[in-house]
Every structure is written in structure tokens, then in C-alpha cells.
């Protein structure tokens, strides 16, 4: 039998016995962008102050911004980092395409068609919970769209029916939005360009506690799905020889993406190229098995979005740069950077 | 493995019917069949002559419009997936391979159905992993990613996942189409010894009818939809049958050897006698 290697022939390592040490890595990477993201600021903070007002030492003041100002901003950004790159993996490997993002199904256009309404009316200006409200119905909407479609055509969920259904609707949405703003005043105009950028400074407990009772189950469930989606990359037949219910699993994680890029929408607007780059990048630096992947996905989108994050408040400070931007300008280098040295 | 179970049909079919949605055309018409245990069953026939689907139909993939497919005594339908995934391995014609994995990691996917939905692989999960493997010569390669693979290498990694679900039965799809000579005797032999040392009953399609010959014993010969012969090679493998249903002139000698298959019976196309383009053509 021929076993002769060539020289490009690079062993991938088994993922069993080194999935917790690199998910112990991707974990302190986590903590570490949440301390430097905390430490950041108009008031910079050194590590001992930021330690002692965590735990509830230090002066009022220090411990006023870091706990009623940058906790919450921070764990805002990890979980909404984390959800994102969790169903941008999850779309990828639903839909067998590289390609793929958490907003490929339409659900950002939706978000987006919620929000704008709500600005343009002038609800976002007058109740709280107007704007996210707004957003999440429209990201619902967009979801029950695409999965009516689908049901329509039947088929069992063919994934080329999603993907086309998403994509149209995405661009009707966006068609929506323009024609909203050809109406909107010159401020409404302004704010909702500002939203669908993405950014973080709706951040305060409320929204932080409502995102995670949301976002963590929906991963949390979402992991549990990783062996059946290193099958489903095979193809639907071969998954359903190997004793994978296809329809069912299918049906499950386009559900938990959309709702978790919908509840993510809601709170911070459209933030792109996290949900596109983070899975890639594990993937290109330690192979795709989603038993690693997902968790791995979470953790390192919540890092990459806070460091992010973390740039889009000090490049222009005091002034505040969309964080959509920054994980574009930041995230698009660092991309081809790995795609290039592991594809070498 | 297999002395304990009753002896009887693994497959059986009565009256199989099948159309694909939005077509009136019959793809599978009047399929009565049945596959005995420890069987290598062949299913032969043209492009187009409804060999594919019926293995679908088979596996429950697609359910017929008519009559009744039973595996096991039971109609294919009442199996869940799962319990089906412990018995039947599957190699099937196509695959993706949307992200990189390794030979070791695509083999461990066959233990899947054996896993219950938290936990995680056991010894005796580890050991049918590295049974298959060695089975199937793929043990070197099992760091190495199965898209770097030769198609030799990756169809024996693909029966070695197949294997790795410990099936009583074994179906695939043109297992050695594409391959050179040895690495389809290779596989041939593989079939014949999972048979003969296992007791695994095995059904495949395939075009080679000359290999098919030598390793089935029994065959099914399938013409748009139709059943046109079933039976032991020599009785389906004559010279009027297979000039009708592929529509070109043959003639069958037996094998010379040597071997244990000497004497099956050959089939040799012969030289067209007609100018090119007159008539059909072979395709």
C-alpha cells in the first residue's frame, strides 16, 4: 500500500487529548482582553486599582466606572463576540460553505429594518427598550421568513433554499432601509448609519443580564450539537448513514443561530466579520472539529470583540469609532495574515 | 459474528415502486428481491438504469410510492436512523470534505450511533476505531487529512469508517470507480474477506461486471428501473441479456485463472463492426 508522504503533507494532531489545554489558552485570552478592555478608558486604570475595585476595594470613584460603566461594556462585547463567531461557525457548517456569516440568512437585514423603523419614527428617541425591541421583532421576522420559504419549497431544509431565500430577503430588507431613510431627517439619518454599524455603548446591567440569560443557553445547546456537525460537513446522505437525524439537527441550530445573532443585533446592531473570521481562524490554526470549534468560536469572538472594542474607544478618543469598523480594519489583515502561513 | 443470528433474507423487497417528485417517470419499477445473509450481492445495469436509487430506497433514504422494503424483518421505515447507523455502513458515491480532517478523526465518525448523546468515546469505542483501520491498511495514514489522500487511500478510509460502526451489512456505491487496478483488486478482496471471515453481507452497485462476477454471489441486473435478471452470475451474465440491456455486441468466456474464481464467467466487449456515428454508441 502506499503510505509515502509528500512534502506538503502536514499532519493535523488529534483533537481528543489537546481540546482542553487550547481551550484553557482561548479561556485566559478571554480573561485578558476583559482586563485590558476594563483598564481602558478615559480614566486609565492600572491593574492593581482595576483588581481592587472588582473585588470591591479602592476609591468610590474608581469603582463607580469600572463597575457601573466598563463591566458591563465588557461582558456585553464577550458575550455578543462569542455568540456571534458561535453561529458564524454554525452557518458555516450548516451550510457547507466558507462563505457563510451569521447574518447570511437575513437576519441582520431584518434587525436592521426593526431599528431604523423605530429611529425614523422616533419610538427609538422616546421608550428605553424602543430600538433593541424594534430590531429583535424585525430579526424574528426576517427568520420566520426565510424558514416559511424553506417549508414552502419543501425538500427537508435544503440548504441552497435557505441561502438563496436569505440572501433575497436581505436584499429586499436593505431596499426597505434605503427607502426609510430617503424619509428620515438628517439626525435619524445619522443615528441609524451609527446602529448598523454595530457598537457597544448600549451596555448597561439590564441589557447585559437579559443578552446572557438569552445568549449562553443557545450556545451552550449549540455545543452539544459539535459531533453531529463534524458529520453534517460530510453531507447530508453520509450523516444520515452514520445515524445523524439530519432534519432535526438542522432545524435546531438554524433556530439557536438565528436567535442568538438576533438577540446580539438587538443590542449592539449589525457588528460584521467577527462571525466570519474568528471560526476561520481557529479552524486554519487547530482544524475543524466543532467539539473544539464551537466552544473555542465563543471564546475567542468574545476576546476578538473586545479588543476591538477596546480600539474603537481609544484610536479617536474622547470620540467613540463604530466597533463594526475596527473589526473589519483589524480583523481583515490579521485574517490573511493566518490564511497565508497556514496555507503555505 | 454473525453464527448467532437466524438465517433468512437481510434485504427483502416486494413490489417496489419510485418516481421523483414532479416526474411521471418511473426510476425503480416492480423491484422483488431479496439479499440472503452473508451474501456479496451485486446490482449491475446502465447509466441511468436505477441502480443508485434503489440502494436509497434500500437505506430508507427515499421512501417508495409502492410496496414494501424490509431489513431485518422489519419495514425499513420503522428503523430509527441510529439503530440502522449500528447495522448497515454505508460508502456511498460522493462526499464532501468542507473542512480539513484527519483519517484517524473521519474512521471515529463511525462510532458516532454507538455513542449515547453525552458521552464520550470508550475503550471499546477506541479499539473498533483502530480495528478498522488495520482492516483496511489505513493505520499509517491515520494523522494524515483525508483530503491529501490518493483515491485509493480514501476509499479504504471511507469502508474503514464504514467498518468502524461494526455493521452486520455493508452497502456501497461504486466503491472502485476511479481506482487502478490493485487498488480496486484490493478492495475486491477486502469484501470478499469481511464475507467470508465476518459473515457481513455486502451490496454494492457497480460497473465492473467482471469483478462483479468474480466476488458476488448473487447479482441483480437492472434496466431503466426494470429487473431485468437476477441470480448467480452465470445465470445472469449471459451473452443475449447483457447485447439487449447495454445495447452493444459482447461475447463471455469464462475466467481463465488461476484463482478461486476460475471459470466465472467474463464478459468482453467487442470492437464495433459499424462505422462511428451510425447507431448508438456506448456511454
Known amino acids: 500500500m502506499r503510505t509515502l508522504a509528500s512534502p506538503d503533507d502536514r499532519p493535523i494532531p488529534s483533537i481528543g487529548d489537546s481540546t482542553p489545554w487550547r481551550l484553557a489558552i482561548l479561556g485566559a485570552?478571554?480573561?485578558?482582553?476583559?482586563?485590558?478592555?476594563?483598564?481602558?478608558g478615559p480614566a486609565q486604570l492600572t491593574s492593581t486599582s482595576l483588581i481592587e475595585a472588582l473585588t470591591g476595594g479602592g476609591d468610590a470613584a474608581t469603582r463607580a466606572i469600572v463597575l457601573e460603566l466598563r463591566l458591563p461594556r465588557t461582558l456585553l462585547a464577550a458575550l455578543v463576540g462569542g455568540g456571534l463567531a458561535v453561529s458564524g461557525a454554525a452557518f458555516q457548517a450548516l451550510l457547507r460553505n466558507p462563505l457563510a456569516e451569521p447574518?447570511?440568512?437575513?437576519?441582520?437585514?431584518?434587525?436592521?429594518?426593526?431599528?431604523?423603523?423605530a429611529i425614523v419614527s422616533g419610538v427609538a428617541a422616546t421608550a428605553t427598550w424602543g430600538l433593541p425591541f424594534a430590531a429583535f421583532g424585525g430579526a424574528i421576522l426576517a427568520i420566520a421568513v426565510v424558514f416559511w420559504i424553506a417549508i414552502r419549497v419543501g425538500r427537508g431544509f435544503d440548504t441552497r433554499v435557505l441561502l438563496l431565500a436569505g440572501v433575497v430577503l436581505g436584499a429586499f430588507f436593505n431596499a426597505l432601509i434605503l427607502l426609510l431613510l430617503t424619509y428620515s431627517d438628517l439626525e435619524s439619518f445619522r443615528s441609524a448609519m451609527f446602529w448598523m454599524m454595530g457598537s457597544l455603548t448600549t451596555s448597561s446591567w439590564p441589557t447585559v443580564a437579559l443578552e446572557a440569560a438569552?445568549?449562553?443557553?443557545?450556545?451552550?445547546?449549540?455545543?452539544?450539537?459539535?459531533?453531529?456537525?463534524?458529520?453534517?460537513?460530510?453531507?447530508?446522505?453520509?450523516?444520515?448513514?452514520?445515524?445523524?437525524?439530519?432534519?432535526?439537527?438542522?432545524?435546531?441550530a438554524y433556530v439557536i443561530a438565528s436567535f442568538i445573532v438576533a438577540a446580539s443585533v438587538a443590542a449592539c446592531g449589525v457588528i460584521g466579520f467577527v462571525g466570519l473570521i474568528v471560526p476561520h481562524a481557529l479552524r486554519l490554526l487547530?482544524?475543524?472539529?466543532?467539539?473544539?470549534?464551537l466552544p473555542g468560536s465563543f471564546l475567542a469572538g468574545g476576546a476578538f470583540l473586545l479588543f476591538a472594542d477596546t480600539a474603537a474607544r481609544t484610536f479617536a478618543a474622547p470620540a467613540e469609532l463604530p466597533v463594526g469598523v475596527i473589526t473589519a480594519?483589524?480583523?481583515?489583515?490579521?485574517?490573511?495574515?493566518?490564511?497565508?502561513?497556514?496555507?503555505? | 459474528m454473525n453464527s448467532a443470528r437466524p438465517a433468512g433474507p437481510v434485504f427483502t423487497t416486494e413490489g417496489v415502486?419510485?418516481?421523483?417528485?414532479?416526474s411521471p417517470r418511473l426510476v425503480v419499477h416492480g423491484a422483488n428481491f431479496s439479499v440472503d445473509?452473508?451474501?456479496?450481492?451485486?446490482?449491475?445495469?446502465?447509466?441511468?438504469?436505477?441502480?443508485?436509487?434503489l440502494l436509497k430506497l434500500l437505506l430508507g433514504i427515499l421512501k417508495p410510492a409502492s410496496g414494501s422494503i424490509q431489513y431485518e424483518d422489519r419495514d425499513i421505515g420503522s428503523w430509527s436512523r441510529r439503530d440502522l447507523a449500528k447495522r448497515i455502513g454505508v460508502v456511498g458515491q460522493t462526499e464532501e470534505h468542507t473542512f480539513p480532517i484527519s483519517v484517524r478523526e473521519m474512521v471515529a465518525m463511525g462510532r458516532y450511533p454507538h455513542l449515547g448523546p453525552w458521552r464520550r468515546s470508550t475503550q471499546s469505542d477506541e479499539l473498533a476505531v483502530e480495528t478498522a483501520m488495520e482492516r483496511c491498511a489505513v493505520s499509517e495514514l491515520s494523522s494524515r487529512p483525508v483530503d491529501q489522500l490518493s483515491g485509493g487511500e480514501r476509499q479504504r478510509a471511507r469502508i474503514a469508517r464504514a467498518l468502524a460502526q461494526e455493521p452486520a451489512t455493508l452497502v456501497l456505491d461504486e466503491p472502485t470507480v476511479q481506482l487502478d487496478i490493485a487498488h480496486e483488486m484490493a478492495i475486491f478482496d477486502l469484501l470478499a474477506d469481511l464475507c467470508r471471515r465476518d459473515g457481513t453481507t455486502v451490496v454494492l452497485v457497480t460497473h465492473n461486471l467482471n469483478l462483479a462476477a468474480r466476488y458476488s454471489t448473487a447479482m441483480l441486473l437492472l434496466n431503466r428501473g426494470g429487473t431485468v435478471a437476477e441470480g448467480s452470475p452465470a445465470d445472469v451474465l449471459t451473452r443475449e441479456v447483457i447485447e439487449h440491456v447495454y445495447g452493444w455486441p459482447v461475447r463471455v468466456v469464462p475466467h481463465p485463472?488461476?484463482?478461486?474464481?476460475?471459470?466465472?464467467?467474463?464478459?468482453?466487449?467487442?470492437?464495433?463492426?459499424?462505422?462511428?456515428?451510425?447507431?448508438?454508441?456506448?456511454?
Not at chain 1, 30 to 39: D, E, I, K, N, R
Not at chain 1, 106 to 116: E, I, L, P, R, T
Request: charged share 15%; no cysteine.
Open chain 1, 329 to 344: 480594519l483589524v480583523g481583515v489583515p490579521l485574517f490573511v495574515v493566518i490564511l497565508t502561513r497556514s496555507m503555505r
Open chain 1, 214 to 252: 438569552y445568549i449562553l443557553p443557545m450556545v451552550a445547546a449549540m455545543i452539544t450539537l459539535g459531533r453531529a456537525f463534524n458529520l453534517l460537513a460530510l453531507g447530508d446522505d453520509t450523516a444520515v448513514y452514520l445515524g445523524v437525524r439530519v432534519d432535526r439537527v438542522k432545524i435546531a
Open chain 1, 103 to 117: 447574518y447570511v440568512l437575513g437576519v441582520s437585514g431584518g434587525a436592521a429594518v426593526g431599528a431604523v423603523l
Open chain 2, 37 to 53: 445473509r452473508g451474501a456479496v450481492y451485486a446490482v449491475i445495469g446502465p447509466n441511468g438504469s436505477g441502480k443508485s436509487t
Open chain 2, 257 to 283: 485463472g488461476p484463482g478461486p474464481d476460475e471459470g466465472a464467467p467474463q464478459i468482453v466487449p467487442l470492437a464495433s463492426s459499424r462505422p462511428p456515428g451510425d447507431g448508438r454508441t456506448a456511454g
Open chain 2, 17 to 22: 415502486e419510485f418516481a421523483y417528485r414532479g
Open chain 1, 286 to 293: 487547530w482544524g475543524g472539529d466543532h467539539r473544539f470549534l
Open chain 1, 29 to 40: 485570552f478571554l480573561l485578558f482582553a476583559m482586563l485590558v478592555s476594563m483598564g481602558t
